[in-house]
């Protein structure tokens, strides 16, 4: 995430020292709070300023209190973290961990997201907003002991927006510092477009003070050159660069190899004119002649999801969209393979004239952000202009998309390297094979999905062409073969964490048989389907390893106009699976709303019925809209009851039921406004060992819902309503532990006494397990009547404790009652 302060070249010997003198910046420095604005053009060395900024800063402090130093250099190139806020917001709070208790905060939300969530990362992410108040607070913590300075690049390369928003919280928290906080000093760099008006922001403007670095930098770099020629050539580079480093440095390039040339002044001179002075028309130039090989390394570099490595670049190259080779032996053996380093190095900068880089981590990067939304936004169009372009796309973004269409194929031919015979247990040994496989099996379909929504949907000829790189070859069965067998398809569906992706994928794929057209569904790509189609019409109802159609994966991932797609090729809304499941089951347990109103209104049985294994252990069927409840999908529930769902019906369950003990207020309210039945029997048999009916609000109290409960009573809920046991709601709050329950039910004045089947009561249920608290509250309210109270088999709370040998349950029973009967 910090690698990138590492790639931004320190500033050269006699460069920069304009900075430390200039009269705003030294204002700033002094100053308790401030924040500085470091503005100027792209490509005018911002960022290497600020690296000397940011060192000098580290050694200006000898006698007084060392300042914390935070830094951090965005990014646009690099990867979501070193370009968003988020990431921004985890370094500085890494770098705030030195501060003792700064972060305190950020530790305990941690571990509590942790303990309710899961893993980070996996089951939950951070939200952006939780991230920047608890760098605030950490910062305003953290000011109480230390001062701090921060530093931070390149806010431009988060986006306008974000750079916008970063200022303006920038200028919010240093007016929010109270006057006992330690000094504050923020300096920023950022391109001159209007941020916001930030009130007493100190400004520096790059190009009116870097002249004299450019200077001394042509000079260092043409060092070599004949001093009676040198100070025309310095000059005219100087003054044509207009504050803008980066023209220089593509500039001395040029000079630096005509002077090798023994090329006279006067030619060297006319060069340097007919350089464009804009940096977009100087990338212009720089493209002209570029052959097939730098097309393809701009359109990888430029479109890829995530920076490519060397290593990545070493088998793109040999894995073309004509590759002749179709095993990793042949790959390895082409002429195209390139097995050192610097090779690949010296390739990179000769296809890309240039404009892209390697880093010192082997990352492959344009030179700059500039060079990058060139190509964005015309570069790639001017590279390969197509034939033509789509109605409604515009020139550029069809040029994005012909690159995205390009890396996919790309990523699908590297997959097609692995050997049939290999099993998914050797994926790493593959990945180390073949690091490009690592993205080619987690970006091959967001690449395919860029494309399509950039115009390629409606290029037939290229979406034959991508389904060609998959050797697809439809048969007149209801199977179409695939060249590949059914463990290699299902590698195309796994992503960065195989585990996480197959858990997001569930009831998606099957490592047993999955087919192009359920994969092609569940990344709603509708262009590949439409390859497919074209060839044959079979694919439409083709059922995978566990019955699933295509429209059910498509369903089941919320691709609404995928599904739109395939209906209106005749799909089968009602085809359901192994388990029983529907399209309509799908979208509805993964709570995706536009899915499952256009399902109905293309005629869904709202009132079918579904089977899910994993949550219920009698394999009896649910309804549509218990399953809505259960996963608290409320606009899905209200969806259902508009057309026409049975509120009640299920076996003896209700969707009330479930809404109630999974605590999902809102289904609950929902429900009860459409007339559900406030003592209608349910039934929940993965919570319940004895598979007894129950009403909401013993659901409720089982569930440990106290609020759901609450509302339940407000209603009319019987609070003496028993199971087929005689278990009350009480019973089971008591059984299960959840003091907050048991306390509302004893205070809307629940029988503390009832008595179940076999003669126990909540305290005797409480004494048996030992738990003390809910003893506590029923011997409160009334409880100690019963110590003594036999049950069906002679028991009683106080003979039960005795018998577990328990001194403090024992002695808690004797303190409310005399026990002159144990």
């Known amino acids: 995430m910090n690698d990138r302060y590492y790639d931004i070249d320190a500033a050269q010997t006699g460069t920069c020292e304009w900075l430390s003198w200039h009269k705003i910046y030294r204002e700033w420095v002094k100053r308790n709070r401030g924040l500085l604005w470091i503005k100027g053009k792209p490509g005018s060395g911002k960022s290497t300023l600020l690296r000397h900024a940011l060192e000098n800063e580290k050694e200006r402090h000898n006698t007084e209190e060392k300042p914390v130093i935070l830094s951090f250099f965005f990014h646009g190139r690099g990867t979501e973290l070193q370009r968003t806020p988020p990431g921004f917001y985890r370094s500085l709070l890494h770098q705030l961990s030195k501060i003792p208790d700064a972060v305190s905060d950020v530790v305990n939300t941690f571990k509590e997201k942790c303990e309710t969530f899961g893993e980070v990362g996996k089951t939950w992410q951070w939200h952006p907003k939780q991230l920047r108040d608890l760098f605030e607070s950490s910062i305003l913590k953290a000011l109480k002991l230390r001062?701090?300075?921060?530093?931070?690049?390149?806010?431009?390369?988060?986006?306008?927006?974000?750079?916008?928003?970063?200022?303006?919280?920038?200028?919010?928290?240093?007016?929010?510092?109270?006057?006992?906080?330690?000094?504050?000093?923020?300096?920023?760099?950022?391109?001159?477009?209007?941020?916001?008006?930030?009130?007493?922001?100190?400004?520096?403007?790059?190009?009116?003070?870097?002249?004299?670095?450019?200077?001394?930098?042509?000079?260092?770099?043409?060092?070599?050159?004949?001093?009676?020629?040198?100070?025309?050539?310095?000059?005219?580079i100087t003054e044509r660069a207009n504050g803008v480093f980066l023209w220089a440095s593509l500039i001395v390039e040029q000079i630096v190899s005509l002077n090798l040339k023994a090329t006279k002044l006067e030619k060297m001179e006319d060069a340097i004119l007919r350089v464009p002075q804009e940096l977009d028309d100087l990338y212009c130039r720089l493209i002209e002649g570029m052959g097939l090989d730098s097309v393809m390394l701009i359109q990888c570099i430029c479109v890829a999801m995530w920076p490519l490595s060397i290593d990545d670049w070493r088998w793109a190259m040999v894995i073309k969209t004509d590759c002749p080779y179709s095993s990793l032996q042949e790959c390895q053996n082409s002429p195209d393979y390139k097995p050192d380093d610097e090779s690949i190095k010296k390739e990179i900068q000769i296809l890309s004239h240039g404009l892209i880089e390697v880093t010192s981590n082997k990352t492959i990067q344009f030179i700059h952000q500039t060079v990058k939304d060139f190509f964005v936004e015309k570069g790639l169009w001017l590279l390969k202009p197509p034939n033509s372009v789509p109605h409604g796309i515009s020139e550029s973004d069809f040029a994005v998309g012909m690159a995205h269409h390009e890396l996919s194929k790309i990523c699908v031919r590297c997959l097609k390297?692995?050997?049939?015979?290999?099993?998914?247990?050797?994926?790493?040994?593959?990945?180390?094979?073949?690091?490009?496989?690592?993205?080619?099996?987690?970006?091959w379909a967001a690449h395919v999905q860029q494309s399509e929504q950039r115009g390629i949907l409606q290029d037939v000829v290229l979406q034959d062409n991508l389904l060609d790189c998959f050797s697809w070859t439809p048969c007149f069965s209801w199977t179409p073969c695939l060249s590949w067998t059914p463990e290699t398809v299902p590698r195309l569906c796994m992503g960065r964490d195989c585990e996480e992706y197959e858990r997001r994928m569930f009831y998606c794929y099957s490592r047993a048989s999955s087919y192009l057209p359920h994969v092609a569904s569940a990344h709603g790509l509708t262009g590949l389907l439409q390859a497919m189609l074209r060839r044959t019409k079979s694919i439409i109802e083709q059922k995978d390893g566990r019955g699933r159609t295509p429209l059910m994966c498509a369903a089941q991932n919320g691709h609404e106009a995928t599904a739109r797609f395939l209906l209106g090729y005749g799909a089968n809304i009602e085809a359901y699976d192994e388990n029983g499941q529907t399209p309509l089951f799908y979208a509805v347990i993964f709570g995706h709303e536009s899915t499952v109103q256009l399902l109905l209104e293309h005629g869904a049985n709202v009132n079918g019925l579904g089977e899910r294994r994993a949550y219920t252990s009698n394999k009896k069927s649910q309804t549509l809209l218990m399953r809505a409840a259960l996963g608290g999908r409320e606009a899905v529930s209200r969806l259902l009851l508009k057309y026409g769902a049975d509120i009640d019906n299920g076996n003896g369950q209700t969707p009330l039921f479930y809404a109630a003990i999974t605590g999902h207020k809102g289904i609950v309210q929902l429900l009860l406004k459409h007339g559900a039945n406030i003592n209608g029997l349910g039934e929940r048999r993965a919570y319940i060992s004895n598979k007894k009916s129950k009403t909401p609000l013993i659901g409720a109290a089982l569930g440990g819902q106290e609020?759901?409960?609450?509302?339940?009573?407000?209603?009319?809920?019987?609070?003496?309503?028993?199971?087929?046991?005689?278990?009350?709601?009480?019973?089971?709050?008591?059984?299960?532990?959840?003091?907050?329950?048991?306390?509302?039910?004893?205070?809307?004045?629940?029988?503390?006494?009832?008595?179940?089947?076999i003669g126990m009561t909540p305290l005797s249920i409480a004494a048996d397990k030992g738990y003390k608290g809910i003893m506590q509250l029923l011997l409160e309210h009334g409880a100690a009547c019963d110590i003594n109270v036999k049950d069906c088999r002679g028991r009683t709370p106080l003979s039960i404790a005795a018998d577990k040998g328990d001194k403090s349950t024992l002695q808690l029973l004797l303190k409310y009652g005399d026990g002159r009967n144990a």
């Open 147 to 236: 001062p701090i300075c921060l530093f931070v690049d390149a806010l431009d390369e988060c986006g306008e927006e974000d750079a916008k928003m970063l200022a303006q919280r920038f200028k919010r928290l240093l007016d929010r510092l109270q006057s006992t906080a330690r000094p504050f000093r923020i300096c920023f760099t950022c391109r001159p477009y209007p941020i916001v008006a930030l009130d007493s922001v100190f400004e520096i403007c790059v190009e009116k003070g870097n002249g004299t670095d450019i200077s001394n930098f042509v000079r260092d770099q043409l060092s070599e050159m004949e001093p009676t020629i040198l100070p025309r050539i310095l000059n005219l």
């Open 417 to 443: 390297t692995m050997p049939n015979t290999r099993v998914f247990s050797n994926l790493a040994e593959w990945r180390h094979d073949i690091p490009l496989a690592r993205y080619a099996m987690t970006e």
């Open 707 to 757: 609020v759901v409960a609450r509302l339940l009573l407000a209603y009319g809920a019987d609070i003496e309503a028993n199971d087929e046991n005689g278990h009350t709601p009480l019973f089971y709050a008591a059984t299960s532990r959840h003091e907050g329950t048991v306390q509302l039910l004893l205070e809307r004045g629940a029988d503390v006494n009832a008595k179940n089947d």
